[in-house]
């Protein structure tokens, strides 16, 4: 299975922090880090406007968040979609 070129150095995926949710990181990670990245909502932001635009807290279920970062800065850049 393909591996997301996001991983290294994503705050999500090497974040300690979120050792105290072990059990849950480890099924999103091997869903989406290992798996269906581009269903991410922080590979989608990344890919779409550049991983700077990523929130740091953001969870790659968080697609609403995704849209609204996504749509927001459509609108700053002039409605291009880029
Ligand atoms: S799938 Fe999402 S959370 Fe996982 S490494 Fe890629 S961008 Fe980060």
């Known amino acids: 299975m393909e591996t997301c070129k996001y991983l290294q150095g994503c ?3 090497n974040d300690p922090s ?3 949710f072990q059990t ?3 099924q999103l990670k091997a869903d989406y880090c290992h798996g269906n990245f ?5 590979y989608q932001v990344a ?4 991983r700077e635009h990523v929130p740091t807290s953001m969870l790659p ?3 609403q968040w995704a849209e609204m970062i996504l749509r927001r800065h459509s609108e700053e ?3 291009s979609g880029a």
């Open 77 to 79: 850049s002039g409605g």
């Open 61 to 63: 279920t968080q697609l």
């Open 24 to 26: 849950l990181f480890d």
């Open 11 to 13: 705050a999500f995926f």
């Open 38 to 42: 581009a269903d991410c909502a922080r």
């Open 47 to 50: 890919s779409r406007i550049g």
């Open 18 to 20: 979120v050792q105290r």
